[in-house]
């Protein structure tokens, strides 16, 4: 089950934060930078983001989330993240889908390490296109990607 997530409840947000951690150590590890920003968030920073947070629960275990932006017609994803426990069971799909079918916008527009080819593959077999990529440091490049809307609906 999707459920949107109220961030400003402290309980809430820990349980994002604890699952973004362990979800962005793994993307550390294949990227080989622990220098990102997910990893340096807290509850209060969560909290402060201004995002729209939706989360993927099994049995009442959040197991999943994704979090937005909407602006000027887009969605801007800032985070899709899955406990490691719960890899490969689909919920990153899920949660996408959701997006997909529950928000008319012209584009989605998401963000990743370079280096990070199981979500470079996620997000091209799901349809999005390489839009850009940005070098930050020596260690870690972004690729941007951008799905448009060629119907009424992502």
Same mark, same amino acid.
Not at 18 to 31: D, P, R, T, W
Not at 42 to 69: H, M, N, P, W
Not at 111 to 117: E, I
């Given at each position: ?7 400003? #409840? +402290? ?29 340096? %968030?807290?509850? %209060? *920073?969560?909290?402060? !983001? +201004?995002? &729209? @947070?939706?989360?993927?629960y099994l049995d009442?275990?959040? !197991? ?20 490691? #426990?719960?890899? =490969? ?7 996408? *889908?959701?997006?997909? &079918?529950? @928000?008319?916008? =012209?584009?989605?527009?998401?963000? &990743? ?14 349809? @999005?296109? #390489?839009?850009?990529?940005? &070098?930050?440091? +020596? ?5 941007? @990607?951008?799905?448009l809307n060629h119907?009424? =609906?992502?």
């Amino acid at each position: 089950m999707i459920d949107k997530i109220d961030i400003l #409840n +402290r309980k809430n947000a820990e349980n994002i934060l604890n699952i973004q951690i362990l979800s962005y150590k793994v993307e550390a590890e294949i990227i080989g930078s622990y220098e990102i920003p997910p990893l340096k %968030d807290t509850v %209060d *920073t969560l909290q402060q !983001c +201004r995002e &729209t @947070f939706f989360g993927y629960y099994l049995d009442e275990e959040l !197991c999943g989330a994704i979090s937005i932006k909407i602006e000027n017609d887009e969605i801007d994803i800032h985070r899709l993240i899955v406990h490691p #426990n719960h890899f =490969r069971k689909g919920i990153a799909q899920r949660l996408l *889908t959701f997006l997909e &079918t529950n @928000f008319e916008v =012209r584009a989605i527009k998401v963000a &990743t390490g370079s280096k990070n080819t199981p979500a470079i593959s996620f997000y091209k077999k799901n349809g @999005f296109e #390489n839009s850009k990529e940005v &070098t930050v440091n +020596r260690q870690l490049s972004l690729i941007y @990607f951008e799905k448009l809307n060629h119907t009424n =609906r992502i």
